[in-house]
Every structure is written in C-alpha cells, then in structure tokens.
C-alpha cells in the first residue's frame, strides 16, 4: 500500500496482470495539475479495510461502503445512473440493451458521495456488487453477521429491508486475474476525486474551437457532389455548421475497411479543399478491420489477432509498431489530404449478430492479450493512433468514437450509439461526467416534429452538436420521417420547422465562448464540462437520483424536455436561479414545474452570473464568432475568465495563451474586460453589455 501521488493510493493484492489499463497507458499523469489540487492527509477510509482474495475464478476484492454513500460512474452506463444497490458486469457491448453493465464505454471506476473514487485497474470484465451482497461473517472479525434481532419473518419485512441501504460493501469479481491494483483517488468532494482521476488520466481533452460548433453527417452513400451541394445549401439556407462527416461510402468495402477513396470520391483533395473554402471540417468514418484488398494487409498481418471480423484483419492496436503502421497510412492517405478527424466505429463489440460483427473474447493477439482484453483497450488504443498523427502535426482535433475505457480524459473523442431513446442519451450526458468520458445524443430521423426539435435542444447542451444523417437524404428539419426524407418528400411546414432548427443551432453558437472555457477547465484542472447536478451538491439528497439535468460548466443548468412533455419538474439546488429566456427568478431547493413551448429547453443560470454569449455565426472561422454579447445575472458578482489562443494548435501549452476576465461592478452599472497575457491570437470583443 502506497501514496502513488498527490491523493492518489495505490494498493496491490496478488499478483496483477501485465495487461491493464494503467500498465497499457498511453499519457503520464498530469503531475503538476495534480500537485496544484489541495491534499487532504487522510486517505477516505482505513485502506485496511480493503481486502482481495485469489478464488478458483479469478480474484476478488471487497471495499467499505458506508450507510448513506452514493455511487456513480462505471463508464457510460446508458440504462442506470445511481449505482447503489446494483451489480453490473463491465462488459463492451454496442448494444447495451439491458442495464446489466453492458457498455460503449464501460469504465472500472466508481466515486462516492462520500468523496473518493475507485479505480480497478483491470481489462477484464469484472462484476461490482454494489452493497447489495451480504456475507454469512464479517470478513475483518470473522463473527456472524445476523443476529436474531435482525433475522425477519415475514416476506413484507424482507422487502422492506432494503440491506444495501446499511453500512455494506462494494465487491469487485475480476475473471481469470491473480491479482490487481486499486486506486483510490480522494476528495475531499466527490468532484475533486473526480478532477484527480482526470488528471491522473493525463488531464481533459481541449478540443479545437470548431469541433464545438456544429456537426453533420452526410447521407453514407453520398458522392463527392452531393457533399459539396449539402455545404453550400447550408450556408445558403444560413444553417451554422463547421463540420461535415463522410459515412462509409467515402472508401471502398467499408465493412470491412481497405482504407482507399472509393469511386464515388474521385477527386478527395479537390473535395477537402472545397470544404476548407467554405470554412467547413471534413470528418471521416472509418474502423480499423483490414480488408485483404487494403495495402495495409500484409504489412499488418503479423500483428493481427486470430479470427476475422468481416473478412478483415483486426490489428493489434496495443502494440506501438501496429499504430505507427496505421497511423502513417491515415497520415499520409488522409490528414495530409485535409481530413481533420475521424469517427471510429465498430470498436465495440456485439453479441447479436450472426456476422463475425466482432472478434471472440477467446482470441489471441499477438502482444499476448486475449479477446476479453482487447475489447477493453481496442477503443482507447485506436484513439491513441489516430489521436498521435494530430499531435504530431501539432493540431487539435475532435474525433466521434463508439468504444472506450479507464483513462479516456486526454482524448478528444465523444462517443455515440446506435440506440436512440432521448431518456438514456440524456442520462448519457450525465453519466459520461463521471468517468472521463464524453457523449453525444446524437439526431437523425424523429417521430415528430416535436421529437425533432426536443432531440435537437439537447444535443445543443451537450459536448458535441451532432446530426447524424447518415440514413436520410435530406436535413432532418426538411422531413422528420426516415422514408418521406429518402423519397425528397418534405413536410408542407418544413421552413417553420427548419427556422426553429436554425435558431436551436445558433444557440449553440452562441455559447461556444462560454463551453470552450468550460473545456479549458477540463484540460487544465480535470473538471468535466458536463455533469451531474450530483458532482456538484453531492450533500443534498434530492441530487441523488437525478439523471436527466445536469450542468454545462459552472453556472447553467439544463433540463431537457422529450416528446409528448409538455412540461417536467425541474430540482433547482440552493441558491437563486434565473431562467434564461424570461428573467423569472428562481429559489433553489426546490423542484419546480416547468412548462416550455416547443422552442424553449429549460435554461437555468445560477445567480450572479457574469454570462457572455457570441454573436451567432455560420461557422467558428467567422470572427463575429468572437464578439460577445455578456448578460449580467444578479449582481454580476461572478467574472467569468474566457480563454483566447489560436483555437487549432496545442500551442497553448506553450503559453499562446491569454485569460480574459470580464466583470461587472454593479453599484457603477460598469462592465469591464480583462486580458491576462499578450498571445497574438484572436481576441474576443464586447458587442454590449446586457443587465
Ligand atoms: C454504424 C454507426 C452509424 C453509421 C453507420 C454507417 O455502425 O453507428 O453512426 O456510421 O454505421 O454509416
């Protein structure tokens, strides 16, 4: 047992596996946001209560849980979000359909309203029974743990027990290991566990400026010409976008991958440089499993595991010499071409289809990790390769994914899904906060207008605004149906439907100032961008159990409505708030019932915000993009600091960077605008002062 950093205890039983997320690390630990975090002297509990324990089928560790502790996290749990009194089995699945523990992205790290976080540190697909086990004897004192007093007699009485509601344990099953390694991070809150356990990942990814602006996916079977007339009807039709994504039609036997512009796209480099003329980010689809058509295959066979997936090679991503190989080819074939991201699909695995859709977990890889394993690293691995050809190029970029694990913060990655139910990907914005993970509720096709708009409003609020059209023909505001889209039949009253699109996204780019500073604290200091109203008040019970609002950085909290709602209730947390379009004052504490027109998501902004708000543009490139209108909260007692830099390189690590304060004095009715730094970057500006 050891202090392995700042707050972080490490504690080895056993012997551990070689393979393991922190042994497999791609990033150091960000040591001096670490040492700038204040340290309490006392880890969160005796860490000699934690024990492990070899069995027949693996190993096994238990850890303290106290009577009134909550618990978040796992990865994205897209079904669940309190964890208390739930076992979940952490496997990778892309279709997590039941709320087993079946994960894009699941994560071995848990935290506690009691203000820790548990890190176990293992690829495999280990079991946590959350309080919800109880032993015959107590494993320190080896004494009987009922007692006559406490045995019931009546069914009723079982059930009302409720056992993981008393002081309990959390017990970790891993499969096949001899032993692990836990980390446990400490508080003192909840939230500073989790800013140490991003920090200690690397610390938040800082996308480039557009990667938050809008994205949209073209149609997967679109040539070259459909691209370009989509990016001009944008821009004609005065619908903000900075990023177009290419689906598989882009490269020849997309299932699977030969890695080569397809004869629908005979001119990419005219293609790239006719998006960059327009202003707009060209992103591309792709995975990773190798067709023998591809001139990778023979260079990448050595380093493959042993079955297929789609007739394709599946490289070992875990071995450096498997990445750099890929990673040239990506360089070479598309970055210098102008692609300025990825979407990785298909990492994950699956178990409902009758296609090799996914390798075995009882493969063999050639750096001697196993199936099981290699579902764990292959999506932070594959991030990792093409993550490494933009820092070479010393360019940020932002990427989509569909898999993930342990230590994701320093990626610029968000993940999606095919499922497509609005609850749980609200409640993914709020769970991916607790892992170092980011989500999108991406939008296609909808059942109505209403479901539409309601999609829309939240992929606004999250960390990337994605339109995921790779399945209809035509923007989705033009024809809502998936069909009635494909056959160009567009609604009578789609240009209404189409202005209240417009205005959803421009929000989004209003509010880009104020997200990518939220992003700056990410990168810097670990806090996640989105979280759960939990992170932050996890003293007050009525948090506990809220999954579908959450804050977007420090001072707005977002409820967002689906359809059929026409109104929901909102818990506001203490303190005063003030709704966003009508000024209306709110007291915390309390849940409010809210009711919203279809153009309104419920916007609340915490009282003395100091609140700055861009003007709306088509694209970031636009330098109206960094003119600010700023809305006083209150007192304005609250500056809000902005972060300016060139919003593409990673030049900001070397100081091109300036901290802008604004702040309002409200007894002179004053704002005023401070620049911390002289970078030669562009700057932001004040249009008005809004009070
Ligand atoms: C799916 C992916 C979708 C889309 C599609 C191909 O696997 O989740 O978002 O990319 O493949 O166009």
């Given at each position: 047992m050891q202090q392995h950093l700042p707050g972080i205890w490490r504690l080895t039983f056993g012997e551990p596996e070689l393979a393991t997320p922190v042994s497999k690390r791609y990033h150091e630990p960000d040591r001096a946001g670490l040492a700038s975090l204040p340290v309490p002297n006392e880890a969160p509990f005796t860490l000699d209560r934690i024990t492990g324990q070899k069995i027949t089928r693996g190993f096994v560790v238990e850890l303290p849980l106290g009577a009134t502790e909550q618990i978040y996290g796992l990865g994205l749990q897209l079904l669940s979000f309190n964890q208390r009194g739930m076992k979940k089995t952490l496997r990778v699945n892309s279709?997590?359909?039941?709320?087993?523990?079946?994960?894009h992205a699941p994560v071995p790290f848990y935290v506690s309203t009691a203000g820790y976080g548990v890190l176990v540190d293992t690829a495999r697909y280990a079991t946590f029974y959350i309080g919800n086990t109880q032993k015959v004897r107590d494993r320190h004192t080896g004494s009987l743990v009922s007692d006559q007093a406490s045995i019931v007699f009546s069914t009723q009485d079982l059930q009302d027990r409720r056992p993981h509601e008393d002081e309990s344990t959390v017990t970790v099953e891993i499969p096949v290991a001899a032993g692990v390694d836990i980390y446990i991070f400490t508080g003192p809150t909840m939230r500073e566990a989790i800013q140490r356990y991003n920090l200690f990942s690397g610390g938040g990814c800082f996308p480039p400026r557009w990667g938050l602006g809008v994205w949209y996916r073209c149609r997967a079977d679109f040539d070259q010409q459909q691209v370009l007339q989509l990016a001009d009807s944008f821009r004609a039709d005065e619908i903000p976008c900075d990023v177009l994504g290419l689906e598989?039609?882009?490269?020849?036997?997309?299932?699977?991958?030969?890695?080569a512009w397809s004869g629908k796209f005979l001119e990419p480099r005219r293609l790239a440089d006719a998006l960059t003329e327009r202003h707009y980010h060209m992103n591309l689809w792709t995975h990773a499993f190798t067709h023998a058509s591809s001139p990778l295959y023979n260079e990448l066979m050595p380093y493959a595991g042993d079955y297929e997936v789609w007739q394709g090679l599946v490289p070992d991503l875990t071995l450096h010499e498997t990445r750099q190989a890929l990673g040239r080819f990506f360089a070479h074939q598309h970055v210098d071409m102008g692609a300025a991201g990825y979407k990785l699909d298909e990492c994950d695995n699956s178990d409902f289809n009758s296609s090799p859709w996914s390798f075995p977990e009882l493969s063999h890889f050639p750096s001697g990790v196993d199936g099981e394993q290699m579902h764990s690293f292959f999506g932070l691995a594959f991030q990792e390769t093409v993550d490494a050809i933009f820092r070479e190029h010393n360019q940020r970029s932002y990427h989509d994914v569909r898999s993930s694990h342990a230590l994701a913060s320093p990626y610029s990655f968000v993940l999606y899904s095919d499922l497509y139910d609005q609850r749980d990907f609200i409640r993914g914005v709020v769970n991916s906060g607790f892992s170092g993970l980011l989500w999108t509720p991406e939008v296609r096709h909808a059942e109505s207008v209403e479901d539409l708009v309601r999609r829309l409003q939240t992929v606004v609020f999250s960390p990337q605004a994605q339109i995921n059209a790779w399945y209809i023909k035509n923007p989705p505001w033009k024809q809502w149906d998936r069909q009635r889209n494909n056959a160009d039949d567009f609604s009578p009253d789609w240009a209404e439907v189409q202005a209240i699109c417009r205005d959803t996204l421009r929000l989004r780019m209003r509010l880009l100032p104020y997200l990518y500073s939220s992003f700056y604290r990410y990168t810097s200091e670990g806090i996640p961008p989105f979280r759960a109203l939990v992170m932050d008040y996890p003293g007050d019970p009525n948090t506990w159990m809220i999954d579908d609002e959450y804050l977007m950085g420090d001072r707005l909290l977002v409820a967002p409505l689906i359809a059929g709602q026409k109104s929901r209730p909102v818990y506001l947390p203490q303190g005063t708030w003030h709704d966003f379009w009508t000024n209306a004052t709110y007291t915390g504490g309390t849940t409010i019932d809210y009711s919203a027109p279809l153009t309104i998501i419920p916007l609340f902004i915490k009282d003395n915000t100091v609140l700055p708000l861009a003007l709306p543009t088509l694209h970031t490139a636009d330098p109206q993009s960094l003119l600010l209108d700023v809305r006083i909260y209150g007192e304005g007692l609250l500056p809000i600091t902005l972060i300016e830099d060139d919003g593409l390189t990673y030049d900001y690590r070397r100081g091109r960077l300036n901290k802008v304060t604004l702040s309002w004095d409200a007894a002179a009715g004053l704002g005023s605008m401070k620049r911390d730094g002289d970078a030669d970057v562009p700057y932001y500006s004040i249009n008005q002062w809004q009070v």
């Open positions: 279709d997590p359909v039941v709320n087993l523990g079946d994960s598989p039609g882009w490269q020849t036997h997309s299932y699977s991958c030969s890695f």
